[in-house]
């Protein structure tokens, strides 16, 4: 069974600041897949990043990019230069073996002008 | 193109009754997954579908079904709601079932229990 724990329920960042959302992952699976997804209030849930389990190198979207350590499977996203709009709930999810997207219970981040 | 859709937006039922929520992927995906989000956590796996044959399925009792038809859209089924079953129900669909094809997912349906 896979395991995703956000430690964070809520985080707040300066517009324009930086701010780093955690999540650490468990799983048995050696072929895997990490993502992180946002939720605004709108309800849907956006793609923001992935990172293939198996690439050493960390992934970059634009602003946002991880920090993938799978020794200690922890799989962070940093958000620069923050954005009014990126206020939302942010979801780190696993996906590996039995077909399902396994999420944690999500980090709410305020951007405070 | 259309992204996926979920009908309804939003329902209403009461205990003991049943429900039906659609969903209509994006063109081309053959993949279907549905979620329930309960008020402040984050979303739970219920059902996979793939060429109209199921995948994988979650924790849930019995009381939740669900098909694809072969036009690759979904319906989710739930019978003798239950108070606890109040949620926002999500669909999301992928080009297949594996795991490196990111699932995309509709605006869900809010069903309220009363």
């Known amino acids: 069974a896979q395991t995703v724990t956000q430690s964070q329920p809520e985080m707040s960042v300066q517009e324009a600041e930086t701010v780093t959302l955690s999540c650490t992952y468990d799983?048995?699976?050696?072929?895997?897949?990490l993502f992180w997804y946002k939720q605004p209030p709108s309800r849907q849930m956006i793609l923001v990043i992935r990172?293939?389990?198996?690439?050493?190198q960390n992934a970059t979207e634009n602003r946002f990019s991880v920090n993938f350590q799978k020794a200690a499977k922890s799989f962070s996203l940093k958000i620069s230069d923050s954005q009014l709009g990126d206020a939302a709930m942010y979801f780190c999810a696993s996906h590996g073996a039995g077909n399902m997207l396994t999420f944690g219970g999500g980090t709410r981040l305020m951007v405070k002008p | 193109d259309a992204g996926v859709t979920q009908s309804p937006t939003h329902l209403i039922k009461t205990r003991g009754q049943h429900v039906t929520l659609r969903c209509s992927p994006i063109?081309?995906?053959?993949?279907v997954s549905w979620y329930q989000q309960v008020l402040g956590q984050g979303p739970q796996f219920i059902f996979q579908?793939?060429?109209?044959?199921?995948?994988g399925r979650g924790n849930f009792p019995d009381r939740f079904s669900a098909r694809q038809f072969p036009n690759y859209s979904s319906e989710l089924n739930v019978n003798a709601l239950l108070l606890g079953d109040s949620a926002l129900y999500l669909c999301a669909s992928s080009l297949g079932p594996i795991s490196n094809q990111p699932q995309h997912f509709g605006d869900g349906t809010r069903l309220s229990i009363l």
């Open positions: 063109s081309g995906h053959k993949s």
């Open positions: 799983t048995s699976e050696s072929d895997y897949y």
């Open positions: 579908y793939y060429e109209k044959e199921e995948r």
């Open positions: 990172q293939e389990a198996y690439k050493q």
